[in-house]
């Protein structure tokens, strides 16, 4: 059995395979938390990058949203282009990387405006054997606002890339809300039947919004949701994707233990706090206390990422 996450320095992360790395998610007992970050924007701390800031604050996991990979970017890190962007940033924050992609439906029914979405962030075979040449750990298939991500182009996209690389990498799908979806909204984010299709497509992990997150997501239905997936032999992780990261503490610590409630894997905590592309630096750490503690959490700052 692997050394669980929670315990893991930089040198056991390296040597693991795919494997061992859901393996070690699944030891941790609900204890994971997954920062999404976004590098082409102006870092926080301006010569810092998100990901540093994110890590200091104890994330153990990083998911990379808004990646060109035709044109990767990621500022605040000594070499911020270029195909090193990721091995840069696991070199500086000793992490597991994940990438969003988007699997963008164009035959779908939206809703509000719709954005157009450059080629190298959308999901395909190519910008994921990308994704794996870049380093990466792990690619979630999901999408970002008003984006016309379907589950029915998740599930496509998913199933291609899972045929060609899903002995290489982690594989998670899911939406964190509608996406510009005009069906997939509230309950009709995700249902069983969606989890069902998921696995059957290639996932390794379903990506659930956070109870308290969307309207209608309440901590009863997650539940059922994550109950469903484990019985199907996948992981979870809940998201909170809708700007909440960047709400006051009390709010943060209420969806952290619902979510634990649910019996999730993983916890994700978004990027559009203020300032844009990171969450609120003391929502990650409130966030990480109230679902392991502080012992946990201070030894996920103090690590050196040279152990």
Known sequence: MSKRLLDCSTSDLVVMTKQDKLESISASEGRVIVSEVIGCFPPALWNISNAELACAFGADILLLNALDF?????????????????????????????????????????????????????????????????GADMIALTGNPGTGVTNRAIISSLREISRNYGDKIMLMAGKMHASGSLKEAGENIITERDIKEFKEAGADIILIPAPGTVPGITME???????????????????????????????????????????????????????SGVASPENIYDYSVAIRGKRHTFARMARSVNR
């Open 70 to 134: 035709d044109a990767p970017v990621f500022l605040g890190v000594p070499e911020p282009k270029g195909a090193n962007v990721i091995r840069e940033i696991k070199r500086l924050t000793g992490r597991l990387v994940g990438v969003n992609l988007e699997p963008v439906d164009s035959e779908g029914e939206t809703i509000g405006e719709i954005k157009a979405i450059p080629k190298g962030m959308q999901a395909s075979v190519e910008t994921a054997k990308k994704a794996i040449e870049f």
């Open 221 to 275: 239905y997650v539940h059922t949701l994550v109950s469903f997936a484990h019985s199907e032999g996948m992981l979870t992780m809940t998201a909170i994707g809708t700007s909440q990261e960047g709400s006051d503490s009390d709010t943060i610590k209420k969806i952290a233990l619902m979510c634990k409630m649910t019996g999730t894997d993983m916890h994700h905590i978004g990027d559009a706090a203020y300032p």
